[in-house]
């Protein structure tokens, strides 16, 4: 059963994928535009981070070339993230009623919410985070690296984008529970400011805050230690921890969607 249900959503991915192009494509300017604007925002934080170290020098492991890393691991989360951004619409869907239109198709609802307006906006970005994550390998010798930690850091990057979006799902569900809940979802979103610094010289308890309960430093953070100093021991026990945090988001997540639902109610158009 479980199994039919997956390879249904799976074949749907396609459509999705065709409707999200189409609707792309009525408007290139804008899609061209918000690519050149994420590109010069890359840019912005590698220009930050040159003129701030060349002042003050490296903050703490971090040096010049660590945090252009950093910048392209930031920006690969927030491309993937951007990529189903429309959860945070969620809030006013279940204000106005208009869950239901997601509760009558033969989906599950959260899933089609998120891919129906599907961001391909957001793939240039992932490309320009990819991009500026290699040129750095590349570039500074000073950077050494063997083929598992690129491995082990390609996967806690990738799967870093289910430790943010999930937490940030579940904030943006407390709308069943106490109504208007804009406030914490915009409050939420401030967050992800954070991966774009090196969370590991942070103090002991914004660690914890930013490991637990809100894991931004998997998006960018851990992969640049796991690239520069981190064993390969290390390594894959924090890729370990990092699945352990993924099971119990999508536990919670579940739950909360399921007990949700029971709550929401609505009449009208």
Same mark, same amino acid.
């Given at each position: ?23 792309e ?36 492991h ?29 809030p ?22 998120i891919?129906?307006? $599907? ?9 320009? /985070?990819?991009? =500026? @994550?290699?040129? +750095?390998? &590349?570039?500074?010798?000073?950077i ?48 992800? $400011? ?9 103090? /002991?308890?914004? =660690? @914890?805050?930013? +490991?637990? &309960? ?5 998006a ?16 894959l ?15 919670l ?17």
């Open positions: 059963m479980l199994m039919n249900t997956f390879r249904k959503h799976i074949k749907l991915i396609p459509d999705y994928v065709s409707l999200a192009v189409k609707r494509s009525e408007y290139k300017a804008g899609f061209y535009t918000f690519i050149f604007n994420q590109a010069i925002g890359a840019g912005v934080w590698l220009l930050f981070w040159k003129i701030l170290i060349g002042k003050v020098g490296a903050v703490g971090f040096d010049f070339p660590h945090m252009v890393m950093l910048t392209g691991f930031a920006t690969i989360n927030m491309g993937m993230w951007f990529m189903f951004s429309f959860i945070w619409r969620l006013r869907e279940v204000i106005t009623g208009q869950l239901n239109c997601y509760l009558i198709k033969p989906v599950h609802p959260f899933i089609h919410m891919m129906r307006r $599907l961001n391909l906006r957001a793939i240039p970005r992932v490309g320009i /985070g990819l991009t =500026i @994550v290699i040129l +750095s390998l &590349i570039h500074f010798e000073e050494s690296y063997s083929p598992g930690a690129i491995i082990i850091a390609a996967l806690i990057s990738l799967f870093s984008f289910l430790t943010t979006f999930l937490p940030f799902a579940m904030v943006c569900m407390s709308v069943f529970w106490i109504g208007r809940a804009e406030f914490l979802r915009d409050l939420f979103i401030e967050f992800f $400011l954070f991966q774009n610094y090196p969370l590991s010289e942070f103090p /002991g308890s914004f =660690i @914890v805050f930013f +490991s637990a &309960i809100i894991p931004l430093i998997f960018s953070t851990v992969p640049v230690l796991v690239l520069t100093k981190f064993t390969q021991t290390q390594a026990g924090l890729l370990a921890a990092q699945l352990v945090i993924i099971t119990v988001q999508i536990f997540f579940r739950l909360l969607w399921n007990k949700g639902l029971k709550r929401y109610e609505s009449y009208g158009g």
